[in-house]
T-cell receptor, first 112, second 111 residues
Framework: DAGITQSPRYKITETGRQVTLMCHQTWSHSYMFWYRQDLGHGLRLIYYSAAADITDKGEVPDGYVVSRSKTENFPLTLESATRSQTSVYFC???????????FGEGSRLTVL | TQLLEQSPQFLSIQEGENLTVYCNSSSVFSSLQWYRQEPGEGPVLLVTVVTGGEVKKLKRLTFQFGDARKDSSLHITAAQPGDTGLYLCAGGGYNFNKFYFGSGTKLNVKP
């Protein structure tokens, strides 16, 4: 089915471990985004990508790494997870003519 | 610091009441969007406004973009329990890239 899928949906890890959250979209949208959602903060932009091999920082990029070797995939890596990175992470892609963001179902990450 | 501030943060009302949610910023945006999010799901777009002073209506929902393109409001008439959810505004730049979200308004409509 067409859409945007995230994996894993739930992940528990320990402080200091590396974690990668995967995001895959089937629309061939140029723009893709990673947001984190915490109580009281709405959605905060971590990184975004305008096209394959083009990425840029958002509001809260520290502690995160992204890559975009293919248009359809936009993985987010926490190189050394910290408790403050416990959050729900949303991947999104945007339709170029309207800017509508299409979100995945989210990945709930707990760092112990 | 949040680029977009929403108020109120929480709103609990009875079915049939009217309400307004506000989204304010000191920055100018080329476009502004409103999303609704239900628990366990990603946000879903309600509307996009791009012109200062623009008003859009979606059934019982009325959206307005401020003249200076720094603020927006969402008005719901005769709220229903199905309107319950988290409402988020998002400001975007030129070419609809890099959207920044507000802190959200959690609405609960009681039957």
């Amino acid at each position: 089915d067409a859409g945007i899928t995230q994996s894993p949906r739930y992940k528990i890890t320990e402080t200091g471990r590396q974690v990668t959250l995967m995001c895959h979209q089937t629309w061939s949208h140029s723009y893709m985004f990673w947001y984190r959602q915490d109580l009281g903060h709405g959605l905060r932009l971590i990184y975004y990508s305008a096209a394959a091999d083009i990425t840029d920082k958002g509001e809260v990029p520290d502690g995160y790494v992204v890559s975009r070797s293919k248009t359809e995939n936009f993985p987010l890596t926490l190189e050394s997870a910290t408790r403050s990175q416990t959050s729900v992470y949303f991947c999104a892609s945007s339709e170029p003519n309207t800017g509508e963001l299409f979100f995945g179902e989210g990945s709930r990450l707990t760092v112990l | 610091t949040q680029l977009l501030e929403q108020s109120p943060q929480f709103l609990s009302i009875q079915e049939g009441e009217n309400l307004t949610v506000y989204c304010n910023s000191s920055s100018v945006f080329s476009s502004l969007q409103w999303y609704r999010q239900e628990p366990g799901e990603g946000p879903v777009l309600l509307v996009t406004v791009v012109t200062g002073g623009e008003v859009k209506k979606l059934k019982r929902l009325t959206f307005q973009f401020g003249d200076a393109r720094k603020d927006s409001s969402l008005h719901i008439t005769a709220a229903q329990p199905g309107d319950t959810g988290l409402y988020l505004c998002a400001g975007g730049g030129y070419n609809f890239n890099k959207f920044y979200f507000g802190s959200g308004t959690k609405l609960n409509v009681k039957p």
